[in-house]
């Protein structure tokens, strides 16, 4: 089995640009490439943006580390597209990630039924869509998010009465209630690797801050989620479209009713591998089962 696993200059061991938080890319190829080696498979790093030559003989390519998609969306699309095109099964598939790059996507999940945080979608937000939102949700506190984006990039928080005049955000927006779960309890992940549960963590983020982000200072800790919890993630995974993805990491926050999705990470989640001693060799044999070896 040859397998690749997508890189982008911040994560690719060697690079002069890699990011701080690149050595998440470090314990994850860690974890898969020694399960896959168990089964004579071989795992090889590759720049997204490499010519499609780069990935002859790979059956698979893991989506994996690019994490600077979101400012070149379609350039990647059509790359992934390109790979499936040349006959590589890419993981998760084209379609799959194409859904899940725009957040939109829980306006979805929530049509059908997912418990989902409340959200106001905003093309151009201004002050006053933030304004609107305090008395849409009842609340004082509010978070603005990008639409596409990740890591908290462009991220503000708000409280009510205190919108700068001149606050904008240069690209579509999603405006949801600020939970405090968050700083109390923090922030579950939930992974799942064909459709099975395989480990569960809480992060937290650090004093004085709400982001959960390593890149902020936050940790994290193993737990064995109660059924209620499981539960209600598994019904997330459940109603994801285009069919099983091979790995979900499913991100929840609880609030007075219930544990709510933050998001679905189906494109390039980190998969905490220390919290989950499992997840190479289920991979491993996830992959296997899927191109048939
Ligand atoms: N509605 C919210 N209430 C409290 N914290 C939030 C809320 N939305 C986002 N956050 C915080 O910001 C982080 C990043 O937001 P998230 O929606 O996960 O986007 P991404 O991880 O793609 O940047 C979350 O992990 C959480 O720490
Ligand atoms: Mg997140």
Not at 72 to 96: I, M
Request: glycine residues 8%; negative net charge.
């Amino acid at each position: 089995m040859k397998i690749g696993f997508l890189t982008c200059p911040g994560t690719m061991p060697g690079s002069p640009v890699r990011r701080d938080d690149a050595f998440e890319h470090d314990l994850q190829v860690d974890a898969i490439r020694p399960a896959l080696a168990a089964r004579s498979g071989t795992l090889h790093e590759i720049d997204w943006r490499a010519p499609l030559e780069a990935f002859d003989g790979c059956q698979l390519v893991l989506v994996g580390t690019p994490w600077d998609y979101w400012d070149f969306e379609q350039e990647f699309l059509d790359k992934l597209d390109a790979l499936e095109g040349a006959g590589v099964a890419v993981c998760n598939p084209p379609a799959l990630v194409r859904w899940n790059s725009r957040k939109t996507y829980l306006r979805d999940l929530a049509e059908r039924g997912a418990a989902t945080i409340p959200t106001l979608w905003v093309e151009q937000p201004t002050p006053a869509d933030i304004e609107n939102a305090f008395d849409q949700f009842g609340c004082d506190s509010i978070v603005a998010k990008r639409q596409v984006g990740a890591g908290a990039e462009g991220q503000s928080i708000h409280r009510k009465g205190e919108v700068p005049a001149d606050w904008t955000m240069q690209h579509p927006a999603m405006i949801q209630p600020y939970l405090p779960q968050i700083a109390s309890e923090g922030e579950y992940s939930f992974l799942f690797i064909d459709g099975e549960f395989s480990h569960a963590l809480v992060k937290r983020p650090a004093a004085g801050d709400y982001r959960v982000q390593s890149l902020y200072g936050g940790s994290e800790e193993a737990i064995t989620p109660d059924a209620g919890d499981l539960a209600a993630a598994k019904a997330i995974v459940d109603a994801l479209p285009h069919g099983t993805p091979l790995y979900a990491r499913i991100d929840m926050v609880r609030s007075a009713d219930g544990l709510l999705l933050m998001e679905a990470e189906l494109i390039e989640p980190y998969l905490y591998p220390l919290q989950g001693p499992e997840l190479g060799p289920r991979l491993a044999e996830a992959i296997a089962r899927r191109i048939g070896n």
